[in-house]
């Protein structure tokens, strides 16, 4: 039995912690994932592009597998740093990305992820005329609701950076809050794991959110699904609401979180 409180209850945006799971490139790995995530009674969001020229992508059968236990995301058409098209190549593989992923669930598709974190001035704007609802970027050692839907930021990636690569990325972004995060809340951690663990206790002790991102293939790649069962084992026992990126797109817009224009972001991470 998990200690992880059902999204299903009643939500207090500002008292409230919860806990949320990213899972991007629909990778076979993915299925493996879900089902360690079931096991410990983990909800999460699974980003998938149509396509992918990296690395095979899951058929629409497993797709709809994974969507009868999770949240699934648009992750583009074609995998695409967006941050480096016109805007309207960058428009039709973000409009085309949410309607292939909507024929195949048969339903709407509200949450958006930036191919490798890349986006520009514009491209939240197209995302929200898109139909989303919000946007997850890859702005690390963040814990608290964003003034712009379209650029959620996440605690934590389930890749082991170095210093100079937290700090590098912040300066490049302009994440500001996440380089002062990083040292004062994070404790300067490297090691994935131990980053994500003091996630989870700075958001129990003082709210927000935990928010993990990660790639199933990197897990087999390095061998890491030992540690990632101990994450997930972690999480089940932190007490925090576990939800998915698209419930707290829903709790931002329904006025509990006060809107703000969509604005200019720095640029984006990796």
């Not at 410990?40 to 592009?49: D, E, M, S, V, W």
């Not at 941050?83 to 909507?102: T, Y």
């Not at 048969?106 to 974190?117: D, K, L, N, Q, T």
């Not at 939800?243 to 200019?264: C, D, F, K, M, Q």
Request: glycine share 8%; with cysteine.
């Amino acid at each position: 039995m998990t200690n992880a409180r059902s999204s299903s209850e009643p939500i207090d945006v500002v008292s409230d912690r919860y806990v949320t799971i990213s899972v991007d490139d629909g990778s076979a790995g993915d299925m493996k994932t879900a089902d360690l995530l079931h096991k410990y009674g983990l909800q999460a969001t699974f980003y998938i592009p149509g396509r992918n020229p990296e690395r095979p992508v899951i058929g629409p059968s497993q797709i709809r597998e994974l969507s009868r236990r999770f949240e699934i995301g648009s992750h583009t058409l074609n995998h695409a740093p967006l941050k480096f098209l016109s805007d309207e190549k960058a428009s039709q593989e973000i409009r085309e990305g949410k309607q292939l992923m909507e024929e195949v669930l048969g339903e709407a598709v509200i949450s958006f992820c930036y191919p490798r974190g890349k986006f520009n001035g514009t491209t939240p704007i197209l995302v929200k005329n898109a139909g989303f609802l919000g946007a997850r970027t890859s702005l690390m050692n963040l814990h608290d609701f964003p003034r712009n839907p379209f650029l959620w930021g996440v605690s934590t990636q389930a890749y082991s950076h170095s210093k100079m690569i937290h700090v590098r990325h912040a300066l490049l972004e302009g994440n500001f809050a996440g380089i002062r995060n990083f040292f004062q809340d994070y404790k300067g951690a490297t090691d994935w794991e131990e980053h994500f663990s003091r996630a989870l206790a700075h958001v129990g002790e003082h709210g927000g959110i935990a928010h993990m991102i990660m790639h199933s293939w990197e897990m087999e790649d390095l061998g890491q699904w030992k540690k990632l069962e101990s994450v997930f084992a972690a999480i089940s026992r932190s007490g925090l609401t576990s939800v998915t990126n698209g419930h707290l797109y829903r709790i931002w817009s329904s006025n509990r979180v006060s809107p703000v224009p969509v604005a200019e972001p720095a640029g984006g991470p990796r």
